[in-house]
């Protein structure tokens, strides 16, 4: 591989942001396309169903797609019953898991054994590891001290899911809370409240589920793409 083009799809994968390198296998020539570039691409159909996927491989007789794609991660916001039963799904499903809050009553590993675990002010955690387009990002603390911070940042971060736990009462208060703080209205729509699929889930397991599924249907129909949205520049 020419140096320069390593060079640009390591930067890709530092930036956590998705690429595909084309090879044509008949005269070794090689390139990146980013995944903002996708649609402008003469292979634009093919790319984009690559990326959906996640898989690599041949295109054709003499086309090879390898496709990158950054690990997406769930942030968890509150260690509640809900995020004891969505840590082991989530695992299996192929998401990384991240569970932050500052409760250490709750935060402990006693409590969520071998789960990547922040029992600290989510502002804080966010510092050393913040949110990007391949984040999903789930609220269930009840407390706006806690949860609305990370759902600001969600947002502006163009993360692929947003929900936070709550009737559409506490959400009509969320919503006047998060304009007086800024963010637009049409913005803060992204945010799924009721989180989670309908499936008239009442358990914390079964809440947990309806909260994957809303997860893993937003990662695979590629809703990171905040940029093309128009909700802030292109990376």
């Not at 390198?21 to 995944?35: A, H, I, K, Y």
């Not at 009509?172 to 989180?195: N, S, T």
């Amino acid at each position: 591989m020419d140096l320069s083009l390593l060079q640009a799809l390591n930067a890709e994968r530092a930036a956590r942001r998705a690429c595909v390198l084309v090879t044509d296998l008949s005269q070794g020539r090689q390139r990146l396309v980013r995944e903002a570039d996708v649609e402008a691409d003469e292979l634009a159909d093919d790319l984009a169903k690559a990326l959906g996927s996640g898989k690599s491989g041949k295109l054709g007789e003499t086309i090879f797609l390898n496709v990158h794609l950054p690990p997406p991660r769930i942030v968890v916001i509150g260690a509640a019953h809900i995020s004891q039963a969505l840590a082991p799904m989530a695992t299996i499903a192929g998401f990384d898991l991240e569970i932050i809050d500052p409760r250490t009553a709750f935060a402990t590993p006693e409590r969520f054994p071998g789960v990547q675990l922040r029992a600290e002010w989510p502002d804080l955690a966010l510092k050393d590891r913040p949110l990007d387009s391949y984040c999903a990002v789930v609220a269930v603390t009840h407390d706006p001290k806690i949860d609305d911070f990370p759902l600001i940042e969600a947002v502006k971060a163009g993360c692929f899911y947003i929900g936070a736990l709550g009737s559409r009462k506490t959400h009509a208060k969320r919503v006047e809370r998060l304009i007086a703080a800024g963010l637009p209205e049409h913005r803060i729509a992204r945010i799924e409240a009721p989180i989670g699929l309908d499936i008239s889930a009442s358990t914390p397991a079964e809440i947990a589920v309806a909260i994957l599924g809303s997860v893993i249907s937003a990662f695979r129909k590629r809703k990171m793409h905040a940029e093309r949205r128009g909700e802030m520049e292109p990376a």
